[in-house]
């Protein structure tokens, strides 16, 4: 997905797209044998280990050999969120990248990006022999999660080129309220008070951010280009969220019937062929003539890829809620990259903008993790 695509890759849900690999969970226990009901019952009279018990605790499985086992499979405290906090590094410092290509279209950069995880995914599929094409009675979904996340990829990367660094990201956020609402109209779940209130403190954010005229008048302070850049690079971001948001809710619906491997792969090669055409309608496909940009490609792919294995390692062993808090970090980046490296000091409607979408983000998540650990 994007840096961020998608994960796109959710904010709030801000990377359910890999925990559809992960929540197929792991059994930390062997199931008991079918028979084991039947073992006799004068061995546990005896005292003997019979029946699966231990003839000293009495308890099945033996506390004494499980809690070594346990303390073996317990994660470090804080982990997964120092996972997260990479995720977010990595993450910004591939959009940083992007920024910073200068002869290279975005579209183009996407089919880079494209290639690289291709590179990757394919000896994925072939090692887990899920093969290339998956069931028949989902390609029609796994079609359109590729269609939908690669045009995606390529808004948000349009937007980084064309706009701030921290005015794209924080419009990244709004993804978690788009989400809710597809949830909410075409798997029918339920949209609550609490939703609509977050999604109204969003809008209001995505408004000082984006300044429409009509209610701004022609102030353009703190802008670094001219407001009709500005304004394609921010329709861009919305629509990114947009079709992220909407990417997310097919990958609900297919649920863990379907390899997430094979979900990137037709996210990959959909996404390269979008690209290609794409480049030859628009007439912007060239080689990068700099040395300089040609390791940035490298490194886009790189930090993207990055930060979508630490985003799935800390999803493993963190709960959601508290990754969805920690992904607001790439906010904090996005706005430190942007004075560092840009000169660029962000203006007080992009802060308060930044302070209504990510709050009403961190307030969804954390309701969602309280709700789900009710």
């Given amino acids: 997905m994007g840096p961020q695509e998608s994960a796109q890759e959710r904010a709030g849900e ?20 079918s028979n084991a009901s039947e073992e006799p019952a004068d ?16 308890s099945s499985p033996c506390c004494s050999s499980a809690e070594p086992e346990a303390k073996k ?26 920024k910073k290509v200068q002869d290279v279209h975005a579209v183009e950069i996407s089919a880079f990006r494209c290639v690289f995880q291709m590179l990757v995914i394919i000896p994925c599929l072939i090692y887990r022999k899920t093969g290339f094409i998956g069931p028949k009675d989902h390609r029609i979904f796994l079609i359109l999660r590729g269609v939908l996340g690669s045009t995606a990829m390529i808004l948000i990367y349009y937007a980084f080129q064309t706009t701030s660094l921290a005015d794209a990201t924080v419009i990244t956020f709004s993804c978690p309220v788009f989400t809710s609402l597809f949830a ?17 403190f969003t809008i209001t954010g995505v408004i000082l951010i984006v300044r429409p005229p009509f209610l701004f008048g ?19 971001a919305i629509g990114h969220a947009v079709f992220a948001a909407l990417t997310l809710v097919i990958l609900r619906k297919m649920g863990k019937s379907v390899d997430y491997f094979l979900t990137i792969w037709y996210y990959v090669v ?75 000091i962000p203006s007080w409607w992009t802060v308060g903008g930044a302070f209504c979408v990510v709050a009403s983000s961190a307030g969804a998540a954390i309701r969602r ?3 789900s650990s009710k």
């Fill in 369 to 371: 993790w309280f709700q």
């Fill in 184 to 200: 909410w109209i075409f798997l029918k779940e339920k949209y609550s008070l609490w939703d609509a209130f977050f999604t109204l």
């Fill in 43 to 58: 061995a546990e009279a005896a005292g003997a280990p019979g029946g699966g018990r231990c003839w000293l605790c009495r």
């Fill in 73 to 98: 499979k317990a994660p470090c405290p804080g982990l997964g969120l120092f996972y997260t906090l990479l995720s977010a590094f990595f993450f910004s410092v591939g959009s940083l990248f992007v």
């Fill in 270 to 344: 959909l996404g390269l062929a979008e690209s290609i055409i794409v480049l030859f309608i628009i007439g912007e496909w060239s080689l990068p003539y700099c040395g300089l940009d040609r390791l940035f490609l490298i490194l886009i792919g790189f930090f993207g890829l990055g930060g979508q294995v630490f985003l799935t390692k800390a999803l493993q062993i963190e709960k959601a809620g508290p990754v969805a808090l920690m992904k607001t970090m790439d906010v904090v980046f996005a706005f430190i990259f942007q004075i560092v490296f840009f000169n660029d």
């Fill in 14 to 33: 801000p990377a359910e797209e890999p925990a559809e690999l992960l929540e197929s969970g792991l059994q930390l226990t062997d199931p008991a044998p």
């Fill in 218 to 236: 022609s102030d353009t302070s703190g802008m670094e280009e001219s407001y009709s850049v500005h304004l394609k690079g921010m329709i861009a």
